[in-house]
């Protein structure tokens, strides 16, 4: 074989190589910045009926007008079930109606968490003094706190002051694990 064919042939093969490199580059970088979704193999969205939610009470965690504590999602069902985005956050008057916005969202990267039965998982809500964004405050009963894609809330009593028409809380997306007040921080 000559030498030009053989010289030939190496860029072929070389220019092949490269080219598939490139491919295989580009969709570990898509795979990797690309949010994760599905969850365990058949395992389904988590219920209301099979989500107990919970308050991470505790000692919280804050920093210079804000304070931190975790909502948590624990799986009581017996199959193993997913969660995935920001849940809903609104605060509720004395007569069970709200007041004041809805939690904002921390946005960050999130996937897709897969609860166990039995297991659970956590978002951060960060609450805000309200001193600091409004002059008049609203007397708030408590959170309603819906799960990711759900429409049934549950009603937890913790009374605090927020603003009528700016908003003082946000939320993180669910991640896994248990949220651990005073040490699960933004």
């Given at each position: 074989?000559?030498?030009?064919?053989?010289?030939?042939?190496?860029?072929r093969v070389t220019a092949a190589i490269a080219c598939c490199s490139v491919i295989v580059?580009?969709?570990?970088?898509?795979?990797?910045?690309a949010p994760a979704r599905a969850g365990a193999a058949g395992a389904a969205a988590c219920s209301a009926s099979n989500l107990q939610i919970?308050?991470?009470?505790?000692e919280g965690g804050g920093t210079a007008g804000h304070y931190y504590a975790p909502l948590?999602?624990?799986?009581?069902?017996?199959r193993t079930c997913t969660l995935y985005g920001y849940p809903g956050v609104v605060p509720y008057g004395s007569g069970g109606k709200q007041v004041g916005l809805p939690?904002?969202?921390?946005?960050?990267p999130h996937a897709t968490v897969?609860?166990?039965?039995?297991?659970?998982?956590?978002?951060?809500?960060?609450?805000?003094?309200?001193?600091?964004?409004?002059?008049?405050?609203?007397?708030?009963?408590?959170?309603?706190?819906?799960?990711?894609?759900?429409?049934?809330?549950?009603?937890?009593?913790?009374?605090?002051?927020t603003c009528a028409h700016?908003?003082?809380?946000?939320?993180?997306?669910?991640?896994?694990?248990?949220?651990?007040?005073?040490?699960?921080i933004v």
């Open positions: 074989m000559s030498s030009k064919i053989r010289t030939a042939r190496m860029r580059a580009a969709a570990a970088v898509e795979s990797a910045t919970w308050y991470g009470l505790g948590e999602f624990s799986n009581i069902g017996h939690a904002g969202r921390y946005v960050r897969t609860l166990a039965p039995g297991a659970t998982a956590h978002a951060l809500l960060i609450e805000d003094d309200w001193g600091a964004l409004c002059t008049k405050a609203v007397h708030a009963a408590g959170f309603k706190v819906y799960a990711p894609g759900q429409t049934r809330a549950t009603e937890f009593y913790l009374p605090f002051d700016v908003g003082t809380t946000v939320v993180e997306p669910v991640r896994s694990g248990v949220g651990i007040p005073g040490y699960t």
